[in-house]
């Protein structure tokens, strides 16, 4: 019963069925959304990393990888985390107290002059999704205050957007003062202007085009 209760979440992060008051998708209606099948699983002394491991982070990678595939788009993947932020509502009393685990931390924001977030609002959304501890700084975030974060989150990694031609020749500094407080954390960089070669040319140790390829390289890669 629990693996088909599991099963079944997943497909409520994956379709985006909040709770049984939602009318969306239409096909679920009146149903148990995210929200009740979390709370009944947690009632069920069921663990929540199991929670988030075997239902939360398939959802999350199913919907992820259609929209890499282009097979859905911006609107199915905030539907989806709006799911998936109501389920993890009940989890994250478990993560608080130590008693599930993240995979990690990384630090997101867009850099300095650079006003735009539906691209980090993404990454954020999918990582968290997939396990992952985000501390988001928002939109026109300095060097500094990356840097902070940094030292405040030992072993963290970070990750940097800009979707301007101008603001993205900000991720060269940012990149640089992180790399001096720490050279062994990792730094991120995506955006629509950005290009492999970029990422090169300014030292940051990786370039993804979309979130779904920045999870399977930290699935598929040591930290």
């Known amino acids: 019963m629990m693996n088909e209760k599991l099963k079944l979440l997943a497909i409520c992060i994956e379709r985006g069925k909040v709770d049984s008051q939602t009318s969306y998708p239409p096909d679920m209606q009146g149903q ?8 009944e699983l947690l009632d069920e002394d069921v663990d929540p990393n199991d ?9 999350m990678q199913r919907i992820g990888d259609k929209f890499g595939n282009g097979q859905a788009f911006i609107p199915d993947l905030l539907i989806a ?6 389920a993890m509502a009940h989890l994250k009393p478990y993560f608080d107290s130590g008693a599930a685990r993240h995979k990690g931390t990384i630090i997101l924001g867009t850099v300095a002059g650079d006003l735009h977030d539906i691209g980090k609002n993404l990454v954020r959304m999918v990582m968290e999704g997939d396990g992952w501890k985000v501390i988001d700084l928002g939109t026109n975030v300095s060097a500094e205050k990356f840097v902070d974060s940094v030292r405040s989150n030992p072993g963290s990694m970070v990750g940097l957007s800009a979707l301007l031609t101008t603001t993205m020749l900000n991720m060269g500094p940012i990149t640089q003062k992180v790399k001096e407080l720490n050279a062994e954390t990792k730094v991120f960089v995506g955006g629509a202007p950005l290009s492999q070669q970029f990422c090169d040319k300014i030292g940051a140790d990786g370039y993804f085009p979309d979130p779904q390829s920045l999870v399977r390289h930290l699935n598929t890669k040591p930290n």
């Open 32 to 39: 148990s959304g995210a929200s009740e099948l979390t709370r």
């Open 51 to 59: 929670i988030l491991a075997k239902a939360l982070m398939v959802g």
């Open 81 to 86: 985390a709006k799911a998936m932020y109501a």
